[in-house]
């Protein structure tokens, strides 16, 4: 069984940065994808950011140059740094992973979100 733990949420002011921790536990071989998606209220949720085999990421355009994600392969724990934040960046924020659980098996598993309100 895997988990994924977020932490690093909260309140801030507009302008101001926050970092998001996901760490993956449990029974995992390897990782191939990690990634942190968002919802606001009323809102679909959208991806964020995204980091493939610990190499290659990619953003979505409102947050591209303002954050950056990125992996520690030893603690399999995956970092979205936000910086300049503004109010419409608001949301709950949900890790995500890709795990290889068995020689044959991947699965895909979420975290429980992390709640970040940012005030104007």
């Known amino acids: 069984q895997v988990q994924l733990v977020e932490s690093g949420g909260g309140l801030v002011q507009s302008g101001g940065s926050l970092r998001l921790s996901c760490a993956a536990s449990?029974?995992?071989?390897?990782?191939?994808?990690m990634g942190w998606y968002r919802q606001a209220p009323g809102k679909q949720r959208e991806l964020v950011a995204s980091?493939?085999?610990?190499?290659?990421?990619q953003y979505a355009d409102p947050v591209k140059g303002r954050f950056t994600i990125s992996i520690d392969n030893a603690k399999n724990t995956v970092y979205l740094q936000m910086n300049s934040l503004k109010p419409e960046d608001t949301a709950v924020y949900y890790c995500?992973?890709?795990?290889?659980?068995?020689?044959?098996?991947?699965?895909?598993?979420w975290g429980q979100g992390t709640q970040v309100t940012v005030s104007s």
């Open positions: 995500n992973a890709d795990i290889q659980i068995a020689t044959t098996a991947f699965d895909h598993y």
């Open positions: 449990g029974s995992i071989l390897s990782i191939t994808a």
């Open positions: 980091i493939i085999s610990g190499v290659s990421t």
